[in-house]
């Protein structure tokens, strides 16, 4: 990698050519990359933000945007190989590598998914069920979500450039919001490389993601109510962060993802003869190396119990002693480099200070010799692990030295290693090894309070586990105290953090309009044709059928039972069904589903290709011998899908079923969800 000097993208343009700070290699010092010189514009970032970024990307809505991430994840794809070579000068192995690079386009492949299953095709999200707020239905609430009008200033930590600028990244575009990236200097490279193949893509609306390579300047002044702050990095800087002034004084949200004094727990009821105890070592070794320690989930604090401290003690510098740490260029390393000499620095001094009351049980300090050419002025650093003297008054509760470190905490009783988890004052994730579901579950109350996420390690588990320091797409990202308070990810969670949440109130016909979504008792248009006649485009919103009748008998009931197999005495057993609750016999709720689906289907083939799905069902009225049921169709809503090759062009829509007998009561309550295909054009 040539000498470069990396460049701030802002306003649609690259910019930056003089020289300034130096960014050094991890593995030999040479130095890679400088950042630039010249001061940024904040006024005009925010501006083409505001002003060109935000109505480009309202013109397109929740599909539109998760289609675009799908495209764009591929196109980065395609082009990884790039993005390893320059990733190797973060000390990173290939391994690491491939969770800050092919993690960090998962997850925007993860929210195009999210975005195409989930999301309508509008900018308007229900977050139902309405909710009746009169007697008589005239008068109902909901909630709706809309994009914030604002700009995201996503600011990222330096040891996963790739993946901690996407998973902030994704969620924030789906949701319509531009946003400006601030990547640690460090690394920012690695950030550069990325946005420089997104801008080359041609794929995101003009100013949809900035870069900014360097400080802040007077960026948190420009920020305004409709804005949102996340931050990753140490807790220290997020408090300085969040208490802006400008911040606080106009409500602006500040996400805050902190790195945490995260525990695992060594369960009293494992021994070193189960496959839990082989487990448990291999998961904290596999913590203190992936990315030399520099994770803000890796494990800080080993707990086990007392009476194993030796046998665990003696299998984890068994296993990392088996570690070979140097330049991943050369066969045979599994561990590379800290980020930086100052990062170096750093975790030298914390251990240091956590050794004064701690044993210091494995360093190879002195005799440490990383493998490779040149790697003396690198940033390595041995796997090093310390032994608490006494556990709870240990500094490895409060002082986090991050890279390849961690402290063992003997403790006597379940309950005291409970304590001692606690004693972080937040994480963003606990393992607690165990083959006892009964501990796993007594651990929940307490462990739960203290921890954003927690790993239940088994023999079953391991066989699929993706790890202790694995945040998901679909899981929550985050956790309380120390750890920041905030979250990321966790699926359409994060999503809704960019949105605004928007209480509203009217008729079912007014709220069904708000919505995008029928509302019960909400004006209907009665279709001339079937509905399951016309194609997709054709499909309106509140389109509806009402059924023919038809009267229940009981050759009905005996003839499902026989089909079904389900003879409950309330539908066969007359002495039994007078005595109950109902006084009489009645129809098999499914039978009722079965003779509504015969009321509103139409039998020859057309545009509707097939029924995948039924939700929200509720039996209301039950269904009695010689009633006569009828039933509503009504178009409630309607999703948007991406043509795809193997497949015919469609769209998902969801029909509201309400079934009422002949005195108008509601007898079952329902929707289905169809593939309905879409016009050829021609």
């Not at 040539?2 to 343009?13: D, E, K, N, P």
């Not at 409709?226 to 962060?241: E, P, Q, R």
């Not at 389109?543 to 079904?564: K, N, P, Q, Y």
């Not at 029924?611 to 069902?617: C, D, I, P």
Request: proline fraction near 5%; hydrophobic fraction near 45%.
């Amino acid at each position: 990698m040539a000498v470069s000097t990396l460049q701030s993208y802002i306003a649609g343009r690259w910019v930056g050519a003089q020289a300034a700070k130096p960014l050094a290699s991890a593995i030999n010092g040479h130095v890679v990359a400088h950042t630039h010189e010249e001061a940024l514009d904040f006024a005009e970032a925010m501006s083409f933000a505001r002003g060109t970024a935000l109505p480009g990307l309202l013109r397109t809505h929740f599909q539109d945007r998760a289609r675009v991430l799908k495209a764009l994840a591929a196109y980065l794809l395609e082009r990884k190989e790039q993005l390893y070579a320059i990733s190797a000068h973060t000390g990173a192995t290939r391994s690491d590598s491939w969770i800050d690079i092919e993690g960090g386009i998962g997850t925007l492949f993860a929210y195009a998914s999210i975005g195409g299953k989930d999301l309508p095709s509008s900018n308007v999200l229900h977050e139902g069920p309405a909710m009746r707020l009169g007697a008589n239905n005239h008068f109902i609430g909901s909630h709706v979500l809309v994009p914030k009008r604002g700009v995201a200033l996503h600011i990222n930590a330096f040891n996963f450039p790739m993946w901690g600028m996407l998973e902030k990244f994704a969620p924030s575009f789906l949701a319509g919001m531009p946003c400006l990236v601030k990547p640690a200097t460090s690394t920012s490279y690695v950030a550069e490389a990325c946005v420089r193949l997104i801008v080359d893509s041609g794929l995101l609306p003009a100013g949809a993601l900035q870069l900014i390579i360097g400080g802040t300047g007077d960026l948190f002044e420009r920020l305004d109510e409709a804005d949102v702050v996340t931050f990753t990095g140490s807790a220290d800087t997020a408090l300085m962060l969040k208490a802006h002034p400008n911040l606080l004084k106009k409500s602006i949200p500040f996400n805050a993802e902190a790195d945490s004094l995260n525990c695992a727990i060594l369960a009293p009821d494992v021994t070193p003869d189960d496959p839990e105890f082989d487990l448990f070592i291999k998961e904290v070794a596999r913590e203190m190396t992936a990315k030399a320690g520099q994770k803000c989930t890796a494990i800080r604090r080993t707990l086990v119990p007392r009476h194993l401290t030796d046998a665990v003690a003696t299998a984890l510098k068994a296993r990392l002693g088996k570690t070979v740490v140097g330049d991943p260029a050369v066969e045979g390393v599994r561990m590379g480099a800290l980020a930086s000499k100052a990062q170096q620095a750093d975790v030298a001094e914390r251990v240091a200070q956590l050794a004064k009351n701690c044993e210091l049980l494995l360093s190879e300090r002195d005799g440490f010799a990383p493998k490779g050419e040149g790697v003396s002025d690198g940033a390595f650093f041995p796997p090093t692990l310390l032994l608490a003297r006494d556990s709870a008054a240990s500094d490895a509760h409060h002082l986090e030295a991050f890279g390849p470190v961690t402290t063992l905490l003997p403790y006597g009783d379940f309950e005291e290693a409970l304590h001692l988890a606690a004693l972080g004052r937040g994480s963003l994730v606990g393992t607690l090894c165990t083959k006892t579901p009964a501990l796993a579950a007594q651990a929940v109350p307490t462990f739960a309070a203290w921890h954003g996420r927690m790993l239940v390690l088994d023999r079953e588990a391991a066989l699929e586990n993706t790890g202790h320091g694995s945040p998901l797409p679909k899981l929550k990202h985050g956790g309380p105290g120390r750890a920041g308070g905030g979250e990321e990810l966790g699926g359409l969670r994060a999503v809704k953090h960019y949105l605004q949440r928007c209480a509203v109130q009217g008729s079912p016909t007014m709220i069904s309009a708000l919505t995008g979504e029928y509302q019960r008792g909400g004006a209907v248009t009665e279709s001339d044709i079937h509905p399951f006649r016309r194609y997709f485009e054709d499909v309106e919103v509140g389109m509806s059928l009402l059924t023919h009748r038809r009267t229940v008998g009981e050759a009905d009931i005996v003839a499902f039972g026989g089909l079904s197999g389900d003879y409950f005495y309330m539908h066969f057993d007359e002495v039994a069904a007078k005595a109950s609750p109902f006084g009489q016999r009645i129809a098999h709720g499914y039978f009722v589903l079965s003779a509504a689906a015969g009321l509103f289907v139409s039998p020859a083939p057309g545009p509707v290709l097939a029924n995948y799905g039924l939700e929200n069902l509720r039996f209301v009225t039950p269904v009695a011998i010689g009633d006569t049921i009828q039933a509503r169709l009504t178009a409630k809503r309607k999703i948007d899908r991406p043509p795809r090759d193997d497949q015919p062009a469609q769209g998902v829509i969801g029909w509201d079923v309400a079934v009422t007998n002949q005195r108008g009561e509601l007898c079952a309550s329902y929707e289905i969800l169809t593939l309905v295909a879409k016009r050829v054009a021609g």
